[in-house]
Structure formats: C-alpha cells, structure tokens
C-alpha cells in the first residue's frame, strides 16, 4: 500500500494560459500518469492566483504576466509581500526587456517567453 498524499509531495500551482483548458479539463488532477503525485491547482484571475498562493505552500508557481485582474507582476509582488517564497516562473508572451526587468523586480526567480 503506498503512502497518503502530503502537500510537499504534490502540490505545484500553474497559472494557466488561455489554452491550458483544452489540455487539462479537471483542475485538480495528476499532472501526467507517469506522475501521479504531481498536481496542478489552476487560477483564472490574478486573484486567484495571489489567494491561493497565500493560501498554500507550494513547491513552484508558473505565472502568466497577462492575467485578468491583478497582472502576474502584481501578484508576484505581492506574494513577496505576504512572506511567501514559493520559487516564481513567469510565462509569457511579453518579450521586452522591460517587461523581463519588471517580472524579476517583482521578485520572480525566472522569466521565461513563450
């Protein structure tokens, strides 16, 4: 019998682009069979994103700059604010260098354009 699920060995919020709906229809699933103890917690809105980044511990956050509501640097200031230091990866579709120096200021650890 395997052990019970904790939150270290499963929790990676994603926040997700405008297509991630088609490939992922149950927001809280394994992320792929061969990995069955990795999951996504899904948000629509920048508000999403920042309450259940305060909300919870996780192990990553992949976060889309473009978010309805609060943008991505928003809520990544503001989790830096709250004292939570969940490593932060933005995606997206923003390549300027400003925007790059923006995300990193707000105190994500990578910035990464699609």
Known sequence: MSEPLTARDRDVV???PEDLPAYCPNPRMPLWSSHPRVYLDIADTGDSALT???D???DAVVLDVMLPGKDGFAVCREMRRNERWSPVLMLTARDQVSDRI???DAGADDYLVK
């Open 14 to 16: 994603l926040v997700r």
């Open 52 to 54: 259940q980044a305060t």
């Open 56 to 58: 919870n511990d996780y």
């Open 102 to 104: 923006r995300g990193l």
